[in-house]
């Protein structure tokens, strides 16, 4: 599977975007529009090793809720994600078994690479 979760509102989201020069063989999946389901965030989870990893604890809601002086766990990292679109750390790159979660430069040039090998 070759898929790219992102943001369409998310002006960063959108400069990586363009820079990756996306093979038509990529879904996009804009999540404002489109939310994670479950099941997605389960298959996304398999990847990456935890919830956590999938995270943005520089999300909004993040600090507006004060998240950082509570102790989240796993499952907390889930429903969160679930419950609202800002806690997943975007872009998330999708292909096959790699997955490339974030918008660190270096996490960028990572995927472009393995995007055009």
């Known amino acids: ?64 809720r004060n998240l950082k002086r509570k102790s989240l766990i796993e499952n907390d990292y889930k429903t969160l994600i679930l419950e609202h679109y800002t806690f997943l750390k975007r872009p998330v790159i999708i292909m096959d078994q790699f997955i490339f979660i974030g918008n660190a430069k270096a996490t960028i040039e990572q995927a472009k690479i393995k995007m055009h090998e």
């Open 1 to 64: 599977m070759k898929k790219i979760y992102y943001l369409s509102t998310c002006s960063t989201c959108k400069r990586i975007l363009s820079a990756l020069e996306i093979p038509s063989s990529f879904v996009l999946q804009d999540i404002k529009t489109n939310p994670l389901t479950e099941k997605e965030l389960e298959a996304l989870k398999e990847l990456s090793g935890s919830y956590e990893a999938l995270f943005s604890k520089r999300a909004q809601l993040y600090i507006e």
